[in-house]
């Protein structure tokens, strides 16, 4: 089916640690970004891609760092984990005006 | 950014309209809006977008007045099914960020 992957959807890291976080489309889509929600909170934006080879940074982009290499690939990597990054992380690509963000299943990451 | 203000929460019960407001006082000319539903554990999804005036859809309408700095997104006849957060996001791709504001938690009453 048509739409944003993300693995893990699960993930336990100790202090320290680094790993990505992986996000792949399959729309073609031009515009993907990365998001980040807390407990109870909204979302805040990481890192975004208005395409291949274009990365730029959001609102929280602190201790992560993205690549485009390819239009379909997005991953988010965490450089040295802090308790202070665990949330629920979210990818989405955005397509043609008039239809919204597709959003993947979200990743929840724990970091102990 | 065009950032966004929203009611933090509001109740309901099955049956009624329920209108929820966003403002942009800065908007720009380029910026579409468009309103998400999540639930939890799940990531949002689209429900409507507009640019100007009424859009209507299966789901939702979308009121925005001629300045453009509000809009009101309408659910009619809201069910059980309808609780959840709902975000305003103003905005336009290009290489502008797309940020998302704090959202609306909704609670449908039996």
């Known amino acids: 089916n048509a739409g944003v992957t993300q693995t893990p959807k699960f993930q336990v890291l100790k202090t320290g640690q680094s790993m990505t976080l992986q996000c792949a489309q399959d729309?073609?889509?031009?515009?993907m970004s990365w998001y980040r929600q807390d407990p109870g909170m909204g979302l805040r934006l990481i890192h975004y891609?208005?395409?291949?080879?274009?990365?730029d940074q959001g609102e929280v982009p602190n201790g992560y760092n993205v690549s485009r290499s390819t239009t379909e690939d997005f991953p988010l990597r965490l450089l040295s984990a802090a308790p202070s990054q665990t949330s629920v992380y979210f990818c989405?690509?955005?397509?043609?005006?008039?239809?919204?963000?597709?959003f993947g299943s979200g990743t929840r990451l724990t970091v102990v | 950014l065009a950032k966004t203000t929203q009611p933090i929460s509001m109740d309901s019960y099955e049956g009624q309209e329920v209108n929820i407001t966003c403002s942009h006082n800065?908007?720009?000319?380029?910026?579409?809006i468009t309103w998400y539903q999540q639930f939890p554990s799940q990531g949002p999804r689209f429900i409507i977008q507009?640019?100007?005036t009424k859009v209507t859809n299966e789901v939702a309408s979308l009121f925005i007045p001629a300045d453009r700095k509000s809009s009101t997104l309408s659910l009619p006849r809201v069910s059980l099914s309808d609780t959840a957060v709902y975000y305003c996001?103003?905005?336009?791709?290009?290489?502008?960020?797309?940020?998302f504001g704090s959202g609306t938690r909704l609670q449908v009453q039996p």
């Open positions: 989405a690509s955005l397509g043609d005006r008039g239809y919204g963000y597709t």
């Open positions: 729309m073609n889509h031009e515009y």
């Open positions: 891609s208005v395409g291949a080879g274009i990365t």
């Open positions: 800065n908007i720009a000319t380029n910026d579409y």
């Open positions: 507009g640019y100007k």
């Open positions: 996001l103003v905005g336009y791709t290009g290489r502008r960020a797309l940020t």
